[in-house]
């Protein structure tokens, strides 16, 4: 009887663990988004907006589109985000790496640091083309 409440006891333990870590996987981490966004230039000439994110507080700062995330001018935010980057990107693409937020892990009102100089004004007008915005 202590055999079969044991086996038991066992194989009810290897289902809450494989249960636990099936929603773990290789392309979920924490990245920190900066307090402003940075811009690329599409390929129609066009001014896109980006978020700059890095892993780590001593991570460099890369552009990247996240989607999911309620972002405020001012915040640094700690995020858990899924890579949903398209692997058959175009490389000449300035920005291949998307991430989905999974989970908002903090918010702190700061001025992010060593922020790249390409950052993006939340004042320009729409459709503001690349020239224009190298110009400013």
């Given amino acids: 009887m202590s055999c079969s409440i044991a086996r038991k ?11 636990s870590f099936a929603g773990c996987s290789d392309d ?27 892993e780590g507080e001593k ?11 309620h972002w ?20 000449v693409d ?3 790496l998307s991430y989905e937020v999974t989970e908002v892990v903090g918010k702190t009102k700061k001025q992010s640091s060593d922020l790249p100089k390409l950052l993006y ?6 459709g503001i083309t690349c020239e224009e915005a190298v110009a400013r």
């Fill in 59 to 69: 991570g460099t700062w890369k552009r990247a589109s996240i989607f999911g995330l």
């Fill in 121 to 126: 004004n939340e004042e320009w007008p729409e």
């Fill in 28 to 54: 979920e981490n924490i990245v920190i988004v900066a307090s402003e966004r940075s811009y690329a230039c599409g390929y129609d000439g066009v001014v896109r907006p980006h978020y700059l994110i890095k």
């Fill in 72 to 91: 405020e001018e001012g915040y640094e935010y700690r995020v858990e985000v899924k890579d949903v980057s398209d692997n058959n990107c175009d490389p």
């Fill in 9 to 19: 006891a066992m194989t009810a333990f290897w289902m809450i663990a494989s249960i």
């Fill in 94 to 96: 300035e920005v291949s």
